[in-house]
């Protein structure tokens, strides 16, 4: 089982439509959490973090459940620019390598 | 500023060749990290460097790749006996220190044929 799993999509979105996706984690001592957006042929970027409260970035907003191991991406009012794949990332409490889910494909349409 | 970069940005070699993938990482950032991507898939870790040391290479998968950083800035990923297998797209990151936000260069496309 791969540590950290996400729904490969593509979730095919209507532009100015709301998109929510999950990925879990199988370590329990992960102890930091991101999304990073990956555009075709192109290097991941930091999207954002994840926090314990939940947290918003403008349209985005991150919810962790530590309980079930699980880590969500909203967006809302989508855009035709935030087609890409978007990455779960998980670090753990020892070392600093991030440990990257297989990603998930959104595609936004007019 | 100038971001994290990478040489060369595509490589086909042939099986059983050797390869050297450059990683030039932002200026002051005392973290390196190597990371391989498969198609369809999520990067993953190759190998850490703090300062000149290796910290972790743990993600190396066999004794044909190793990599250096002797002056604590440029790394060099070397793989050895090149496998089709080991066609990937190679991501070096940089960070400030341990822990701190990993900035990733555009990567290496290597093709073995």
């Known amino acids: 089982r791969k540590e950290v799993e996400q729904d490969p999509g593509p979730f095919n979105v209507p532009e100015g439509a709301t998109v929510a996706f999950n990925c879990t984690y199988s370590?329990?001592?992960?102890?930091?959490f991101f999304w990073y957006r990956q555009d075709c042929r192109k290097e991941p970027k930091l999207l954002m973090s994840v926090y314990s409260s939940g947290n918003e970035d403008g349209r985005f907003t991150a919810q962790l459940n530590r309980a079930s191991q699980y880590i969500s991406l909203l967006i809302r009012d989508s855009k035709l620019s935030d087609s890409a794949t978007y990455l779960c990332v998980v670090l753990k409490a020892a070392g600093n390598k991030l440990t990257f889910g297989g990603g998930t494909r959104v595609l936004v349409k007019p | 500023g100038a971001g994290v970069s990478q040489t060369p940005s595509n490589k086909v070699t042939e099986k059983g060749k050797y390869v050297e993938l450059r990683c030039d990482p932002i200026s002051g950032h005392t973290a390196l990290y190597w990371y391989r991507q498969s198609l369809g898939q999520g990067p993953e870790f190759l190998i850490y460097?703090?300062?000149?040391?290796?910290?972790?290479d743990s993600g190396l998968p066999n004794d044909r790749f190793f990599a250096v950083r002797p002056e604590g800035s440029v790394s060099t990923l070397k793989i050895q006996r090149t496998e089709r297998g080991d066609s990937a797209v190679y991501l070096c990151?940089?960070?400030?220190?341990?822990?701190?936000?990993?900035?990733f260069g555009p990567g290496t496309r290597l093709t073995v044929l």
């Open positions: 370590n329990s001592a992960s102890q930091s």
């Open positions: 460097f703090q300062g000149t040391g290796a910290a972790d």
């Open positions: 990151a940089s960070s400030l220190g341990a822990y701190n936000e990993q900035f």
